[in-house]
């Protein structure tokens, strides 16, 4: 694989961890949103990855396997699209609240704080890991000029 072919790889984990970090962003912005647009409270978002110039198309668990069985990286990665977790909320008993039902109960997000934060955090790991790859990276290039030049 050529020094650019590394660097483009790097780039794109790098372009699809700020996707996620986002994300998890927008999630922990809307822990407290009751009220959408769209009706009922805020749906945590999470994005889903796959292989970039993945060929043969398929599902992500085809282009893995594919990827796999070929002893290839592929050419790096992409966010494939953006995840709305449906699963409900909890329910919080609020009378006074304005989005309460007829019994008193607001139907809360279904924002986790402490694992978004943890997701943030293993995003934000992602990128730097990705950042010391395309460091290495130009240090060898750097390196490889420093010799042809002898």
Do not use: C, K, W
């Not at 796959?50 to 990827?67: C, K, P, Q």
């Not at 990705?130 to 030049?149: C, P």
Request: avoid cysteine; charged fraction near 15%; hydrophobic fraction near 35%.
């Amino acid at each position: 694989m050529s020094f650019f072919g590394t660097l483009n790889i790097s780039a794109s984990g790098l372009a699809a961890q700020r996707v996620r970090m986002d994300l998890h962003a927008q999630n922990l912005a809307n822990v407290d949103t009751t009220r959408t647009p769209e009706g009922g409270p805020y749906q945590r978002r999470a994005a889903i990855f796959m292989e970039r110039n993945a060929s043969g198309g398929g599902s992500f668990t085809d282009v893995l396997l594919r990827s796999i069985r070929q002893g290839n990286g592929g050419g790096g990665v992409r966010v494939h699209s953006i995840m709305i977790d449906d699963t409900p909320g909890p329910l919080v008993y609020d009378p006074t609240h304005p989005d309460a039902n007829a019994q008193g109960y607001v139907q809360r997000p279904n924002v986790n704080v402490i694992a978004e934060m943890t997701n943030m955090i293993s995003a934000s790991r992602s990128y730097e890991a990705n950042i010391t790859a395309m460091s290495v990276t130009q240090a060898m290039m750097q390196r490889t000029l420093d010799i042809s030049t002898r």
